[in-house]
């Protein structure tokens, strides 16, 4: 549940110009069942109109694919009222935020998941980056206690590129230090800039150690908050 929160929290500061980071929580609220009668696709969240045994309600969930008509139970629910909503130029007198329960809660799994595994993108030879802050992938995967919470500058190519997952874009570089059999290799970005794969780039961002998104996916290190320079 704890994971849950702070994906929820993610999701009500991307998804909400009504909603604010001072505001509490509501507590949870029963599962939500019920037919879907719209679906409203929007960057990384699904908006769903919902027909239940007490009326019609919207629901939100990290972006997935759900067809009209379809059964659906929304676990986690969090009843927010009079949230506005920035993508769906709409405020919701009561909307549901929450995860669905036939995807096992596993929605941060499927957009993890959908350009599968890093491309093979040849050998990768980039020179380390310039500057007091700079380290290669390898320096600061095997650094990372050290560089815990600190700016760091690397160069490297992107080998995957997932775009908005809980509001930011999450880029693995590989600069050719490091090795496959220990994961020294390859190193996590998260930005709100655009790459694509292939492309060579400086990240220059914080790094964050022992990071728990949910649904599986855990991180002994990563950085954050990073801009991207080529």
Excluded: C
Aim: glycine content about 8%.
């Amino acid at each position: 549940m704890k994971m849950f929160f702070s994906v929820l929290m993610s999701m009500l500061l991307t998804a909400g110009a009504g909603w604010a980071a001072d505001k509490p929580v509501p507590p949870p609220a029963a599962p939500v069942k019920g037919e879907v009668l719209e679906v409203r696709d929007v960057e990384t969240y699904t908006y769903l109109r919902l027909k239940t045994k007490d009326g019609e309600t919207w629901a939100a969930v990290p972006k997935t694919a759900v067809k009209k008509g379809a059964e659906i139970t929304i676990e986690n629910a969090l009843l927010m009222t009079n949230f506005e909503s920035k993508s769906m130029k709409k405020t919701f007198d009561r909307i549901v935020f929450g995860s669905l329960a036939d995807t096992g809660g596993a929605d941060m799994t499927a957009a993890h998941a959908r350009l599968g595994k890093p491309v093979d993108v040849g050998d990768v030879k980039v020179p380390k980056a310039s500057g007091p802050d700079a380290r290669t992938v390898a320096e600061i995967v095997t650094g990372k206690d050290t560089l815990k919470d600190k700016t760091v500058l690397v160069r490297g190519k992107v080998v995957k590129f997932n775009s908005q997952i809980l509001g930011r874009n999450w880029i693995h570089l590989r600069d050719g230090s490091g090795s496959a059999s220990d994961n020294t290799h390859d190193v996590l970005v998260t930005t709100k800039d655009q790459a694509k794969i292939g492309d060579v780039v400086v990240a220059k961002g914080v790094v964050h150690t022992d990071k728990d998104l949910g649904s599986g996916y855990s991180y002994k290190v990563l950085i954050e908050e990073a801009t991207l320079q080529r």
